[in-house]
């Protein structure tokens, strides 16, 4: 595809010039809806989006259609008939994206690995690849003849530009972005692309009357500080073309989600408790699974009147245990108690995310507003049991396990006096279908 910004081929580099930076962004092409065509041969071609409720990914021949990520089932089938949808499985396209970081690492010395991108440090390399374009296409073909998913690759100086440029050449293709070129790219930018901005950012901005990145630079430092805060000061930085944020090696989200809504509200008080603790444990699994613990948690409930209760607790100490994250998700919904009117919506967000600790130290100055403690044996027996657990779900699913509350939720035989204030969810291998898709973002 032909753009003001097409791939320029780099030049060889000589290995006696200055080393300068260079990083290259891989974007797996509509990773959820690429995996599940390569999964079932006859999607290919077709229409797919992944999702329950909304679309969480959605092929390249969905989005000819205007589909896009984020939007109801509902309406997407109305824009798009044919459209072919399929349940997501997590667990699933983190091993083909797993497979992608396994190749990259065997081709840069540092690589930043997420969902279904990675970044890779090219800095200082000139000797190995004298010719970056050309080792980047090898790298693609390698990753497609593997795991048969389609890239794009864009290489920049920091990992912004790389990030940007190769927003021009999906799919499946490669950018490059020499340094004389970067200026022209910014000016023309929507500020929406900018790093750190999201949609909240926009609004503010919008009001402002600033659409594009040129308008932004207008903006003193201290003045986007003080509309943007911390983040203002970034982006001062950003649409300037600079970004000092440093590679790192493994994945940690700001926060992990997990939330669905009912096909009819909820009343029923017990029902309720039960996906919360199964959404809690999703939740804290995630966690275990990248060696993450959580020090905070948020419990958000829609009710049927479209009003939205949300509260959150710090989590003292940070841990990645279920009974922990159980029991506090709990209290904050009894303490949201009090509107007689039926939930459509419950969600849990984990935040302030960090690596787990080796030890744990308690806390001197615990009050009865913190978290509840629990003594330092039963947590090592718990961690030795969810290990277990833990092992038996990687090997045969999520589903092979789950919580008595949880198959409560289930579909089932009894009369509808028994089933009364359940929501008869299904379950296959991978735990509970649920209407909205709890795939990671």
Known sequence: MSTPFSPSISPSISPSMTPRPLILHLDIDAFFASVEQLRNPRLAGQPVAVGSGVIAS?????????????????????????????????????????????ICHNWSPLVEEHLDEAYCDLTGTERIYPDPAKEIARLRAQIHSTTGLTVTAGLGRNRMFARLIGKFHKPDGLGYLEPEQEEALLLRLPVENLPGVGPRTVEILANLGIEKVEQLRELSRSALAGLLGRNGEALYERCRGEDHRPLGGREIPRSIQRGTSFDEDVSCPRTLDAMIEYLAERAARNLRQRGLEAGGISLQIAHSDHRRDRRRIVLSPPTALDPSIIRTALALRRSMEGRRTAIRFVGIQLDRIRLAATFQQGDLFATDLDTPQTDPQTNQRWKRILEQVDQIRMRHGHGALLRGSALALQCGDNSDAEKRGRVGLERDRHGLILRTSCLTR
Not at 58 to 63: G, H, I, P, V
Not at 73 to 87: E, W
């Open 58 to 102: 959605c092929s390249y021949e969905a989005r000819e259609h205007g589909l896009k990520a984020g939007m109801p089932l509902g309406q997407a089938l109305r824009k798009c008939p044919p459209l072919v949808i399929v349940r997501g499985h997590e667990s699933i396209y983190r091993c083909y994206a797993t497979r992608m970081f396994e």
